[in-house]
């Protein structure tokens, strides 16, 4: 599984630290952030360990029928390393706009699982948010290192701010989710998968709290830390969960099962059931995390953990998680249908 679950790709980091046409300061930030994420991620296996060790031995209880708002916290690294920094007191209240940020979205995305699924927190059980801001120098990432949330300041150039993005917390905070649910592994189809649930149920909660519908969603992921000279470099996100393929995503990706490949890069492969979910959500109508979100939640959270699912029997779970929770719907099976031929599944 992913112990450090990151919101750009390793390859992205790495092609734009090698990119002439962008100034000293700006490669050697990206290749800063490229080799510190190498070593984030040899520290992950721990954390996975004792998650899966936990629920073999204590499964998660199930959760009340109204599950409470869960505790928020928010520490300041001040351009350190060192985790989780210096906790900010108050955070909802901090004259930081990035604390105040990541308490308040943090707090809704609690709410949002609450409310539209009955999650209780990451865990089903109440588990403590905790997030880390102001993370390194100049650090272009954000990443969820199986205990907690971690949300780099950007260069101010390519990237800004990663707390800016809202779909960008509720990706990471996800990883957290699937940690303590499907297990899912982070190579392979299975790590698509694993990256395609964030990003599904990132922009699922951006919906959310903008009150959209499939039609009125702009299916963007990271749009909102998109720095000054990315724009005008005419990349407008990371990724386009409507469109993977397309030249202003700035971390392009497949968007046919034919297309993968085994060892490709999770962040990639996990464009075939982003587009299956966007294509189902808009062929289904209406607002994403209702009827269409709670078929994808269930086959995320309904079953035994799966570490190396593939995207054909991710595809079947959620047929059949359809058919139980909208039995004689024919739209919703139809949709579904529909989305995962596209990519075909």
């Not at 790709?9 to 092609?15: A, I, K, M, N, S």
């Not at 393929?245 to 099962?257: S, W």
């Amino acid at each position: 599984m992913c112990g450090h679950c990151f919101i750009v790709p390793r390859d992205v980091l790495e092609r734009l630290s090698r990119n002439d046409s962008l100034s000293a300061t700006v490669r050697k930030g990206m290749a800063r952030t490229a080799k510190l994420d190498i070593e984030l991620r040899r520290l992950r296996a721990q954390n996975h360990r004792l998650t899966r060790l936990g629920m073999r031995l204590a499964p998660v209880p199930a959760p009340a029928a109204a599950p409470p708002v869960p505790q928020v916290l928010v520490a300041d690294c001040q351009h350190g390393t060192t985790l989780p920094g210096v906790p900010v007191p108050a955070p909802g209240k901090s004259s930081d706009a990035t604390a105040r940020t990541v308490f308040d979205e943090t707090t809704a995305l609690a709410r949002f699982y609450a409310k539209a699924f009955g999650r209780n927190s990451i865990d089903g059980a109440g588990m403590t948010l905790a997030s880390s801001i102001h993370y390194g120098v100049d650090y272009n990432n954000a990443f969820w290192n199986g205990v907690q949330m971690t949300y780099g300041d950007g260069d101010g150039r390519i990237f800004l701010d990663f707390s800016r993005g809202n779909d960008v917390i509720g990706h990471e905070i996800t990883h957290g989710v699937t940690q303590h649910t499907i297990q899912l592994g982070y190579t392979n189809e299975a790590g698509g998968l694993n990256e395609s649930l964030s990003d599904v149920f990132g922009s699922m909660f951006r919906q959310w709290q903008a009150g959209q519908d499939v039609t009125g969603a702009d299916w963007l992921i990271g749009k909102d830390i998109m720095g000054p000279e990315a724009t005008a470099r005419g990349f407008t996100c990371l990724r386009d969960m409507a469109d993977p393929a397309a030249g202003h995503c700035l971390a392009p990706q497949i968007t046919h099962i034919s297309q993968f490949k085994k060892g490709m890069d999770p962040h990639h492969s996990s464009g075939v059931p982003n587009l299956a979910f966007t294509t189902a959500a808009k062929a289904l109508g209406g607002k994403s995390w209702e009827r269409l979100g709670q078929v994808w939640y269930r086959a995320m959270t309904g079953y035994r953990p799966s570490p190396n699912m593939k995207m054909a029997a991710f595809a079947e779970r959620t047929r059949k998680a359809g058919a139980t929770l909208y039995p004689g719907d024919a739209a919703v099976a139809g949709a579904l249908d529909q989305g995962w031929r596209k990519v075909g599944l």
